[in-house]
């Protein structure tokens, strides 16, 4: 199978010396892509520039990015993208941009380099588009999952929002962690079979597995890919 892993964080520039980012590794990702590798699967991964985990080791392709636009970008150059049969949306991407900086006095701020002279600083800070909305034009084809990372709230409330997740951006499942759900790993799928992982490491061992077992040559994508799953989702075991 060809698999495409995005991992690590992504950052978004404050000037040209600073940036906005988030605490990911890239650990995650860099486990699953070499998880696929060893069981014989081409594997492509996406890196956040800024991952402080080793990257990951051969015949893992490794495609650095650096912003949201910039992974994007890079997607959009993949050659043969129709043929990929897995995508797992692991990166930990900004969900906000800097709009605008303005100083103390109200004044627009935008060097190269802003001066800490300067005072104190108010930005303001915009949305930015969810690429995992993208995800099912780039790859009409394809299993994806994605993943919903929730410090507040609980597992209920999780296990909602992934499934809101599958719904607005078309995906097949979608892996939940975080204090949100507690310890390990949450798998749900579209038919709304669930499943526990205790680690990283099972969850790695479980998804080559689980996909394993899929049909890949899906003449009609969608319907045909959420039926594979769906089939195959009312095994899983153990329920959360």
Same mark, same amino acid.
């Given at each position: ?47 956040? /520039?800024? $991952?402080?985990?080793? @990257?990951?080791?051969?015949?893992? +392709?490794? &495609? %650095? ?31 906000f ?16 380099? /802003?001066? $800490?002279?300067?005072? @104190?600083?108010?930005?303001?800070? +915009?949305? &930015? %588009?969810?690429l ?26 999780i ?15 979608c ?66």
């Open positions: 199978m060809r698999v495409v892993v995005t991992s690590g964080p992504s950052y978004e520039p404050l000037d040209k010396v600073r940036r906005l980012s988030n605490f990911s590794t890239g650990e995650l990702g860099t486990l699953l892509a070499e998880s696929f590798a060893e069981a014989g699967h081409t594997v492509l991964c996406f890196r956040g /520039i800024t $991952s402080t985990f080793a @990257a990951p080791l051969w015949p893992v +392709e490794v &495609v %650095p990015f650096a912003t949201n636009t910039d992974l994007e970008e890079s997607l959009l150059r993949m050659q043969a993208r129709d043929e990929v049969n897995l995508v797992f949306h692991t990166a930990a991407l900004c969900d941009r800097v709009a605008n900086i303005v100083s103390e006095k109200g004044e627009p701020t935008e060097r190269d380099k /802003i001066s $800490s002279r300067d005072g @104190a600083l108010t930005l303001t800070l +915009e949305p &930015v %588009p969810k995992i909305a993208s995800m099912r034009r780039m790859f009409p084809a394809s299993i994806i999952v994605g993943w919903k990372h929730e410090l507040d709230g609980t597992p209920d409330k296990k909602a929002l992934g499934r809101r997740q599958m719904e607005e951006c078309l995906t097949d499942a892996v939940l962690n975080g204090a949100a759900y507690g310890s390990g790993f949450g798998l749900i799928a579209r038919a709304g079979e669930q499943a526990h992982l205790p680690d990283k490491a099972a969850l790695c061992r479980y998804l080559v597995e689980w996909t394993e077992k899929l049909p890949m040559a899906l003449a009609a994508p969608r319907q045909e890919s959420f039926h594979a799953l769906s089939s195959f989702t009312t095994s899983l075991s153990p329920f959360i």
